[in-house]
């Protein structure tokens, strides 16, 4: 494991394994009571402080989006939930309620980065956390001649980057296309089941069963069979839901960038979509694991939100990131492709291997089985069913 991994890994056992659903001062708020919250298909979502009653600023978003938000404080701290909340929260759930200092501190952080955005950039989430800690619990404030004089250090994920006027967009995913096997081979996949492993955070990086099914053009359906009962994770298209006892809710509805998250990753199962997922594209290089790669990147409404890395030689998409807009920053998903094989019978390539990052979880999954085009029921894709706590077993 990394020191990246050991840092986030107390913040993701604490999210996921203990499962934040009845803190002590929280509440865990059915998936269908209250009042209406903004959903893909205009289902009713729980807001964030119906199901966390000690939380005070960040109100009125979804549970989905607030975890993305507490995921970015940790990714900006460069620790884990644990740094603000009580050191013994990893391990004992009600501990989140407890009132810290650092949790005040991290109040008045908000308010004060909230008014900085407000008067200067008309509301938008331009000055963040990471701006001023950069992956520190000590803001940065001093000038640094490492950072002056020493070799660059380039992100590839970062959203701004300049335009190389000799990539053809279009020639791009061409290239993509046919290092799959071509838009012919590829228009007869129609879907796919796969068993395999997964392991991550919620696991403690041990292996447990997994199935995957994907439908063209954009449904999937993964379900992981953890040691704590079993998560099910579903695009039926339009909406996105997760269903595990690793959740803060029984049935976790998915809203906004993250339900977009959960279109893209659907539809590179079957990507001769992808190139119209987005209205507007441009394109860029950068080094992506010592290696030089091309960035394809999509604006939506004038906010850079998805890009797409390809290896240059063999064409194939390597990585696939998409920013979900929230409070207090665009905040990345990532998933690494990797282990292309060909499926039998069909001449057709798809990834055996995906990890996924999160700034408060990862996850691998990696295939052993997959049969295409055999028949998938369609209650595969349905909405999942609220799973069952522990204690309710």
């Given at each position: 494991m990394t020191v990246g991994a050991r840092r986030v890994f107390g913040c993701a056992t604490a999210v996921t394994?203990?499962?934040?659903?009845?803190?002590?001062?929280?509440?865990?708020a059915s998936p269908q009571g209250g009042q209406a919250g903004p959903a893909g298909g205009g289902e009713r979502v729980p807001m964030v402080e119906e199901t966390f009653k000690?939380?005070?600023?960040?109100?009125?978003?979804?549970?989905?989006?607030?975890?993305?938000?507490?995921?970015?404080?940790?990714?900006?701290?460069?620790?884990?939930?644990?740094?603000?909340?009580?050191?013994n929260a990893a391990l004992d759930k009600s501990a989140f309620a407890t009132q810290t200092p650092r949790i005040q501190k991290a109040r008045q952080m908000i308010t004060m980065v909230g008014a900085i955005n407000k008067q200067y950039f008309n509301g938008a989430p331009r000055v963040t956390c990471f701006t001023c800690h950069g992956g520190s619990n000590v803001p940065k404030a001093d000038p640094s001649f490492m950072s002056q004089y020493g070799e660059p250090v380039l992100d590839p994920d970062a959203r701004d980057f300049?335009?190389?006027?000799?990539?053809?967009?279009?020639?791009?995913?061409?290239?993509?296309?046919?290092?799959?096997?071509?838009?012919?081979?590829?228009?007869?996949?129609?879907?796919?089941?796969?068993?395999?492993?997964?392991?991550?955070?919620d696991t403690d990086f041990s292996v447990v069963p997994i199935e995957l099914y994907a439908k063209a053009p954009n449904q999937e359906t993964i379900v992981v069979h953890l040691t704590i009962g079993?998560?099910?994770?579903?695009?039926?298209?339009?909406?996105?839901?997760?269903?595990?006892p690793e959740q803060p809710?029984?049935?976790?509805?998915?809203?906004?960038?993250?339900?977009?998250?959960?279109r893209i990753g659907a539809l590179a199962n079957f990507p001769v979509g992808l190139r119209q997922a987005y209205p507007t594209w441009r394109a860029g290089r950068t080094i992506l694991n010592d290696k030089d790669v091309i960035v394809l990147?999509?604006?939506?409404?004038?906010?850079?939100?998805?890009?797409?890395?390809?290896d240059p030689t063999s064409g194939l998409l390597v990585r696939l990131l998409r920013f979900t807009i929230t409070p207090i920053a665009f905040v990345p998903t990532q998933i690494d492709y990797a282990d292309y094989r060909e499926l039998p019978g069909l001449g057709v390539?798809?990834?055996?291997?995906?990890?996924?990052t999160q700034t408060y979880m990862q996850m691998t999954l990696k295939f052993a089985d997959v049969q295409p085009n055999?028949?998938?029921?369609?209650?595969?894709?349905?909405?999942?069913?609220?799973?069952?706590?522990?204690?309710?077993?």
């Open positions: 394994v203990v499962a934040l659903v009845a803190v002590a001062g929280v509440r865990a000690t939380v005070q600023l960040l109100r009125g978003i979804p549970v989905d989006t607030f975890f993305e938000v507490m995921g970015t404080f940790a990714s900006s701290m460069g620790n884990d939930c644990t740094f603000c909340h009580a050191s300049l335009t190389d006027a000799s990539l053809n967009v279009n020639q791009v995913f061409d290239k993509y296309i046919q290092a799959l096997g071509g838009a012919d081979k590829l228009a007869k996949l129609t879907s796919y089941a796969a068993k395999g492993t997964y392991s991550g955070f079993t998560s099910t994770r579903v695009f039926d298209g339009r909406n996105a839901w997760v269903a595990g809710l029984p049935l976790l509805t998915l809203t906004g960038g993250n339900v977009d998250r959960a990147q999509a604006t939506v409404n004038g906010d850079r939100v998805a890009q797409l890395f390809f390539k798809i990834p055996f291997s995906r990890t996924l055999g028949p998938i029921e369609a209650a595969r894709f349905a909405k999942p069913a609220p799973a069952k706590l522990q204690s309710e077993k």
